[in-house]
């Protein structure tokens, strides 16, 4: 231990911490590693230094996205933890209690769903209502002549809708930028984002995305409704920050991971449902894309929470029927509705759409390089400060402005057909609508204007619109697509809440009726279904998602018949990205940092045992069962990790492994001060006096140096029996890193402790303690680099 | 051991077996049990007894349903089995080898769904045909007044199809009798009912199923498709017996559980799907129904093997639509397509809706409860013989044939009316319509030989058809609800393949119809569409799925809209019937004494621990790392264990767990006699020289007995290093069943070896081993009733 860690270490008001005593002889023998990035205090010491490395990959930040400050990343604690505090808990619970919970799982279920529909519904109004009025006075000051007038009041409203969603985003909530999906992703995985489902997050993202939205962005309400279901069911579940906790008794039972990581994926689901109204295509979203661990009993939660959000949309619908809503009429919910298009296709017909999914893969892959590469660029500007943030967001309102608005003069216009506009109004002037006047003569409607001075959500409508072949001209659509493009790759990393789904169905609706144009000898398919192909094929391309997409634009398109061919895209699509790269919710994943832990090991890691992964990383901390204060407060001092080994000695010189006990657990006892004059093991009932089982389960943050002992206390005892999980899962040094890691990931595991093959006195009877960071593949790759070679030469 | 065994046990053409070895004396100290029935040679030493018997709740046959006769149930190995030869294997896998692999595991899913979705469209394409000529002949000559030819006609016909259905199934297959279902769900839960998905199967359920439905009995075709498509999947990975496997080199990969589990899940979505014609709600049901064990890519892939079904009955649709296929229309497919109604309904018909739900949750358990009974007594009469099974399903014939036939007469004809019949024909005779004349006068019609008169699934479209608010009368519907309640209790238990949706959808297409007809004056809802709610409202009662049902209610109505108040009703009527009963497939697979382990485990689970449970048990058998032959014998011959612990000693006086080993192997050791005459440990390359991994792989079965070993060859040595798999799943002795049972179902376990909490000399390195039969709670209560007790008292 070096001489700056002593002084930095030291206890205010208490000395120097002693030298370790004889009991203490193992604790720098053994070093686990949980989360090194976690080191709060900044230990130096190269004996505590990890040698297996955060991932280097893209970034050192791992919130690099949008550059917020978060302390550090936990890992989630899902397995059981057995201990004496908590198996008395569970065996003194009555049946009434148990109903209670069970009441309570469905009544959470139940809130999530209402709450999530009357937010939702709240956004597309207030959406709807500030994008519409702002459309209908540009449209007059255009209609007017005055296009000087009506630009810089099409620019200004916008800019000031974005400055206000940027400023809540940089001050009050960093994490409330973007769209939140990976972040739900990792949470569910097994890893805690701080400040990330809290309440100010939540209330920051209901405003930021009503301004962002209606201020013509490219960007889509769908990632930050998902984000807010999640933020709901965590703020139910009494997660996030204590101040903003419910402190009902009935909720006690609530407070451990795993019930609340069920409420998230419901949260999840809900806000997908409640942004396409799509409530199958909610859970299947939860399920392929979402959720680690699934169990079918949370099929049905899910289903519940999102049969009431679509009870709630549907209401909502009913009360806004006779216009009672301002300009909001069925807008912001169903986007396409092609029910009444008799679907007709032959086998001929394949080679086309098999042409739609292979470009839309490609052109998938491709975005997500990019987007890639762009976010990496804003990460560096975003990391410069507030202001840099936000110029960033003006700058990029600025431009979508000045697109949408001058772009449409660009175009002729075109005369009003009755052909297409069978039964429609040609042309309109203010209103929605999907043949727009604008700057053109009576008679005359301008085509790219249809779909740039609209909502993003109209506009989707009106490329998806069917029977309507000429409506767009090419250079239109190839302009609309060059600008979306652009546009869906400037915008997202910026710090408002922003929507992946959206800009990507706008892209690759644009993508499909130009294909549509170019193959029109050949293809006797609408031109809407082959915008609604190419959307689904674009967002299979850069998302990876299958069946719930799938689902998601069968609820979308409400029409069956279309189900065979958008799967067939859908693989397709899936399958030529794949070719490429990885998804872009992992690509997003891996540049925030967050250690993600994938489902299937690579086949290098069956070469790897689990203990020479363990010999290559420090040796693992552990802590006597009966073991002096000054210890712990050492240990929890000069260590990150958050799980402990506990050893006993049964007979003297044989030491033996009695558990694992959690640093939030050491905290507790070090602030509530149960210590023990002497070297003794407390009965059952003495911690049961002092500690409640749910005191136990909160998560006792703060730094070990906001406890101040007294020289005397720090030379007494504690007792660790009623603290320790007796039964951490266990594996021998012998098996492969690959089963490990199925193990690791297929049980949820935090920790995992490595025994040795054999045992003996003379044998330590812990070999090493495995965390997340330790069975990552790139992790392990830095550390064994031969692995990866040999992994080329096969 | 007694003197019986030694003699039962001796070898042929050996000495009785020598006492045991000195190296033997922990053989008799341990006695592990592993699926105590398969105690196929009867040992009758109390020793070697469990003593947690197999579950005795319901009936002691293993597959009573039908009174197969099977020869022992298996677990199957999910685990990664580490030992020196299988890591080599990998380690020498080519990366050729690794892409030969990934496309065969595709090419797979594609053949399982474009098998499935050819013979699914041969049985429907024999079915309409069989069915359509027998009922126009009938017809013809109840036309001609000849109403007893027309009825000896008809039952004689019927008479015929079920024998031919029931012969196949008595004679060839008899598990191929029933829906399949159960055992799929057993299979992908671990347990393999052997000659469950071999050809003879396949090919009695492809023969069997098309002479029963064409028979008119009241099943369904949709349970035989899905174990159908499990047949096709197992056989194209090499399941199934010996001489119906495809040797070719290729699939060598393919011969380990868990990927023929993946596949088998995607033929039983495939199944699904086929019967259906639903994509997504064949993937749903499988992971909602089905499966145990769900990964995110496998829903990729069940959704591949659905999409090419799709495509497939697509192109056969199409290929039929001009009439060039007989009788057969669009018929088999789409059961009843309503896309074109346009639904409206509102919150005032939230309280209809519920009545149908409740009382669909309270039919549905009723229905499960009073089928239960039925089937014990069924058992009964199946274990008489084959003649009985075959008498039994003739009377249920018989009885089917004579209430379809006479009950027409008994209502009076009803005057068409062209208010309802708008653009159809009325009367029809002969071709299948919805106002069949029968037995009336010009200008009327039968209305309950509209739905008696004709297939099942053209009695479910005529039902389900809308607008016809006026079409049934009130008394049909009740004889046909009363009719169809009792043969969809009598049909199910016969020895035909039979389905239980479709029996289901009618009676609760029927129920919802009536309750349609008695809400009249409250209810706005179209007729049609509350005998749909009425049909999901009693497959949700008594199945016990939502997500999936809804979805596949969905693809089936073809009509988005319906899809709320669908959402409402099962979950109503699912939460009813949970109040209940179990679901009927877990009612079944309890009667076939299946050990399925469920997902959640009792909470009195967790006030006990394994180290209890093991101490209720023999102890385990446990073998030296080299071993006698004449032990290894011994063992194999006196236990019915499929896995033994291996003990290693490193040192005089010290015995550590090595590993663990499968019997399998054990034999296949037997059978090549790789012994030694020394004892001593070999270099790894002399197994690999004997053994291939692929051999290894093969389920090695048949009794120790059929290997001849000489009295030289029994004092000879087996070295057990390059079998054991050195890394099994240990858990210490203190840890509850609770988290334990987590474990084991989570990783999909067959054994999990007990070590104990504190290790040392005079110890025993290993506790126990723990079983799927150990774990279920059934037989848990039966070793430890006071848990029961507790229990009741919380």
Redesign the interface.
Same mark, same amino acid.
């Given at each position: 231990m070096t001489e700056e860690e002593q002084s930095r270490g030291r206890l205010a008001g208490a000395e120097p911490g002693p030298p370790a005593p004889p009991e203490l002889e193992c604790k720098n023998d053994y070093a686990g590693v949980e989360d090194p990035e976690s080191t709060a205090g900044g230990i130096s010491s190269s004996l505590e230094q990890p040698l297996l490395k955060r991932s280097t990959t893209l970034t050192a930040s791992h919130l690099a996205l949008v550059g917020a400050k978060v302390s550090h990343i936990e890992s989630l604690d899902y397995e059981?933890i057995?201990n004496d505090l908590f198996?008395h808990d569970?065996?003194s619970?009555?049946?009434v209690e148990?109903l209670q919970y069970i009441f309570l799982k469905w009544a959470m279920a139940f809130l999530v769903g209402l709450l999530t529909g009357v937010i939702a519904s709240l956004i597309n109004l207030a959406n709807e209502n500030i994008a519409g009025l702002k459309m209908l006075q540009m449209v007059n000051l255009v209609r007017q002549g005055r296009y000087w007038a009506g630009f810089f009041y099409f620019a200004g409203v916008n800019l000031g809708l974005t400055f206000v969603a940027a400023v809540l985003c940089v001050v009050f909530a960093p994490t409330a930028a973007g769209p939140g999906i990976p972040e739900i992703k990792a949470y569910l995985n097994g890893i805690d984002t701080p400040n990330m489902f809290g309440a100010p997050q939540l209330i920051v993202k209901i405003i930021g995305s009503i301004c962002a939205v209606s201020s013509g962005m490219d960007l889509g309400k769908e990632g930050p409704l998902v984000h807010i279901g999640a933020c709901l069911a965590n703020l139910l579940s009494q997660g996030g920050e204590g101040r903003w906790r419910l402190r009902l008794r009935w909720l006690r039972y609530f407070n451990n991971d795993r019930d609340r990581r069920d409420l998230i994926t419901c949260g999840a689901s809900s806000g997908v449902c409640a942004a396409f109204r799509s409530?199958?295509g909610g859970?299947?979203f939860a399920?392929?894309e979402v959720a680690t661990w699934?169990?079918?009993?949370l099929?049905?939660r899910t289903?519940?929470s999102t049969?009431t959000v679509?009870?709630v949309l549907?209401?909502f619908i009913?009360v806004c029927r006779d216009g009672r809503c301002g300009m909001f009429g069925e807008g912001g919910l169903i986007i396409f509705d092609v029910?009444d298009v008799t679907v007709r296709y032959?086998?001929g017909d394949l080679l086309p759409v098999t042409l739609v999914g292979v470009l839309g893969g490609v052109l998938g892959a491709l975005y997500n390089h990019v987007l890639h590469q762009v976010l990496r660029l804003y990460n560096l500007i975003n990391a410069k400060g507030r202001l840099a943030k936000l110029a960033l967001a003006l700058s990029v309102c600025s431009f979508t402005s000045a697109g949408l608005y001058v772009l449409p003069f660009a175009v002729p216009c075109t005369r009003c057909d009755p052909a297409f506009a069978a039964g429609e109004q040609c042309p309109t002037v203010g209103q929605s609508g999907n043949f727009k006047q604008f700057n053109c003569p009576d008679g005359y409607y301008n085509d790219l204007a249809s779909l740039l001075h609209a909502t993003n959500v109209d506009a989707t409508r009106n490329i998806f619109s069917t029977g309507t072949a000429g409506e767009f001209r090419l250079d239109s659509l190839l302009i609309f697509f060059a600008i979306y493009c652009v546009l869906g790759l400037v915008t997202f990393g910026i710090a408002v809440p922003s929507g992946l789904f959206l800009p990507i169905i706008l892209m690759g609706s644009a993508y499909g009726r130009i294909l549509a144009l170019l193959l029109a000898r050949v293809v006797r398919i609408d031109h809407g279904l082959y915008a609604v192909l190419g959307a689904a094929a674009l967002m299979s391309g850069s998302m990876r998602m299958?069946?719930s997409l799938?689902?998601i634009f069968?609820?979308l398109t409400?029409n069956?018949?279309l189900?065979?061919i958008t799967?067939?895209v859908l693989?397709i699509a899936?399958t030529v990205g794949d070719a490429f790269n990885p998804s872009i919710y992992e690509i997003i994943l891996d540049l925030k940092g967050l250690p993600f832990l994938e489902?299937?090991p690579e086949?290098w890691m !069956?070469?790897l045992t689990v203990g020479e992964l363990a010999a290559a990383k420090p040796r693992a901390v552990a802590l006597q069962v009966v073991e002096k204060v000054s210890a712990v407060v050492e240990v929890l001092r000069s260590t990150p990790h958050n799980g402990f080994p506990v050893l006993?000695r049964?007979?003297p010189g044989?030491s033996?492994l009695h558990g694992l006990v959690l640093r939030s657990h050491l905290m507790a006892v070090l602030r509530k001060r149960w210590f023990l004059a002497e070297k003794r093991r407390t009965e059952e009932w003495e911690a049961r006096e002092r500690f409640s089982s749910a005191e136990l389960a909160e998560k006792a943050g703060g730094s070990v140096d906001e406890v101040r002992l007294t020289p005397e206390e720090m030379d007494m005892y504690i007792d660790l029996h009623p603290f320790t999980n007796?039964?951490p899962?266990?594996?021998?040094e012998?098996?492969?890193v690959? !089963?490990a890691v199925?193990?690791f990931r297929?049980?949820a595991l935090r920790h995992m402790l490595i025994i040795p093959?054999?045992?003996?006195p003379e044998i330590s009877p812990i070999v090493g303690i495995l965390t997340r960071q330790d069975l990552r593949a790139h992790n392990i790759l830095g550390a064994f680099p031969h692995l990866a070679n040999k992994r080329k030469v096969?």
């Open positions: 059981i057995e198996k569970w065996r619970r009555s049946s148990v409530p199958v859970v299947l399920l392929e699934w169990r079918s009993a099929l049905w289903f519940f049969a679509v009870v549907r209401g009913e029910s032959h086998v299958t069946v799938c689902v069968l609820e409400n069956l018949l189900l065979p799967m067939f693989l899936k489902a299937k086949p !069956k070469d006993d049964p007979r044989v033996e007796t039964t899962y266990t594996v021998v012998t098996m492969s690959a !089963k199925v193990l297929t049980c093959k054999f045992q003996g096969h």
